[in-house]
């Protein structure tokens, strides 16, 4: 497992300077309050059971710290379904333009997908 950790550290180590015109974004989801979330098409990836995909969400407004969206980085265990936090990256700017202002790499415990969530149907659709 830390030799994952390591391997997305890696991968996903140049998203600092990366646009987030770089990825193939998909709008998967838009909620009535005006929170966008996108799933970049690209980084679906299938290792064993588990699926690693890439979330960006672009806030309806600015968060407690400033931020206007955020990108992270998903494991998800579609046979039980759950999911794991693995890399999160926060921007000041719209659609993860700029550099990250904060960046969190610790990863979480497993997380229970409940149903009637935003992170059901975000794991429905990379899951099928």
Not at 26 to 31: A, H
Not at 70 to 88: A, R
Not at 90 to 102: A, D, I, T, V, W
């Amino acid at each position: 497992m830390k030799k994952l950790l390591i391997f997305f550290i890696f991968l996903f180590s140049g998203i600092s300077n990366a646009s987030s015109s770089e990825f193939e974004w998909e709008q998967i989801l838009k909620t009535d309050e005006g929170n966008i979330f996108f799933i970049d098409k690209n980084s679906i990836n299938q290792k064993g059971d588990k699926i690693f995909f890439i979330k960006m969400h672009e806030y309806s407004d600015f968060n407690d710290y400033g931020e206007k969206s955020s990108i992270i980085h998903h494991e998800v265990d579609c046979k039980n379904l759950k999911f794991k936090y693995l890399t999160d990256f926060y921007f000041k700017l719209s659609m993860g333009e700029g550099e990250p202002s904060f960046v969190g790499n610790e990863e979480s415990d497993w997380i229970e997908v409940k149903e009637d969530t935003i992170l059901k149907v975000l794991v429905s659709y990379v899951c099928n």
